[in-house]
């Protein structure tokens, strides 16, 4: 699948409008200094989502979201196998964690540890 954006940037499909409640990982993801555009998905399964975002991110890095979960993917692993996957329920440090993290991976720098 071919990338359709010019700006390198971690996609990240919403089911919904979830943007606001993982404001943290959006935050984690800014503080390391990487970009991220934000689209709707029609797909109901965060996982895939996650990975489809990846496959159109020049990054190669994706996040698919919904109310209740949220999930980072790397282009290069099966579809089945994503890297974090996160809940609503842990901390607001484990969430920015989870961005700082998505952000290390397009870097190429050793992650962050994520407390829950």
Same mark, same amino acid.
């Given at each position: 699948?071919?990338?359709?954006?010019?700006?390198?940037?971690?996609?990240?499909?919403?089911?919904?409008?979830?943007?606001? #409640?993982?404001n943290?990982?959006? %935050?984690?993801?800014?503080?390391?200094?990487?970009?991220?555009?934000? =689209?709707? $998905?029609h797909?109901?399964?965060?996982?895939?989502?996650?990975?489809?975002?990846?496959c159109?991110?020049?990054?190669?890095?994706?996040?698919?979201?919904n109310?209740e979960?949220?999930?980072?993917h790397?282009?290069? #692993?099966?579809?089945?196998a994503? %890297?974090?996957?996160?809940?609503?329920?842990?901390?607001s440090?484990? =969430?920015? $964690?989870?961005?700082?993290n998505a952000?290390?991976?397009?870097?190429?720098?050793?992650?962050?540890?994520?407390?829950?």
């Open positions: 699948m071919e990338s359709n954006l010019s700006a390198p940037a971690i996609v990240i499909f919403t089911q919904g409008d979830c943007t606001s #409640l993982w943290d990982v959006l %935050l984690g993801i800014e503080e390391e200094g990487i970009p991220f555009v934000i =689209r709707e $998905s797909s109901t399964d965060t996982i895939h989502s996650a990975w489809l975002a990846a159109q991110s020049p990054l190669l890095v994706g996040i698919g979201c109310q979960q949220l999930v980072v790397y282009k290069n #692993l099966p579809t089945s994503p %890297l974090f996957t996160l809940t609503y329920q842990q901390d440090h484990a =969430r920015r $964690s989870i961005g700082n952000a290390r991976l397009v870097k190429g720098i050793p992650f962050r540890e994520c407390h829950s």
